[in-house]
């Protein structure tokens, strides 16, 4: 078993979604962890079309996908869309029909990690982190699953509660089937 473990996070070690990215991945049972932060090391965003590369073969080998997506300004990091971007490729990691598009990755464990500042629940009018990355891993064939961390910057206590529950989602995925 592979685990594509990425984060997005530009606050380090104040970073919600990387605490609980490396608190999942602590509790899965994986031969291999491969790690992609995605600040220390950034993706060029993308400049015409996308093509085949290593992050598209990185992804297609996991079999559990942990991504920290931390909400900036009601949606994701410019530093996970230049990942989406890469990974988004025709032939690929799906195709279109004359139905329409057809995700084609499979069998694969999506586990979303979102944090931020205010509560913003999905079908908020400010909430476009959650729905999009839901809608982009349906487009490639995937479903995600998500723990939420809301409202983390509204005091320490709210910050504290937040981690707290979403660790103890973690927890319950975790007892619930094997998490890896």
């Not at 605490?19 to 220390?40: H, I, P, Q, S």
């Not at 799906?94 to 944090?115: C, H, Q, S, W």
């Amino acid at each position: 078993m592979t685990i594509l473990h990425i984060d997005s996070s530009t606050q380090g070690d104040a970073s919600v979604t990387r605490d609980l990215t490396a608190y999942a991945v602590g509790k899965m049972t994986g031969e291999k962890v491969e790690r992609l932060d995605l600040v220390a090391d950034p993706i060029p965003h993308l400049v015409g079309r996308p093509e085949a590369n290593a992050y598209v073969e990185q992804l297609k080998a996991a079999d559990t996908i942990v991504i920290g997506a931390p909400t900036y300004n009601f949606t994701v990091s410019t530093q996970l869309k230049a990942w989406i971007d890469r990974v988004a490729v025709a032939g690929e990691t799906f195709r279109y029909t004359e139905n329409g598009p057809e995700g084609l990755l499979r069998d694969k464990r999506v586990i979303v990690m979102i944090a931020s500042g205010g509560v913003y629940e999905e079908g908020h009018s400010f909430e476009h982190n959650q729905s999009y990355l839901r809608a982009f891993f349906q487009f490639l064939g995937l479903e995600a699953e998500f723990v939420i961390a809301n409202g983390v910057a509204m005091g320490e206590e709210a910050r504290a509660k937040a981690i707290t529950e979403a660790k103890a989602k973690i927890d319950k995925i975790a007892a619930s089937r094997e998490f890896a």
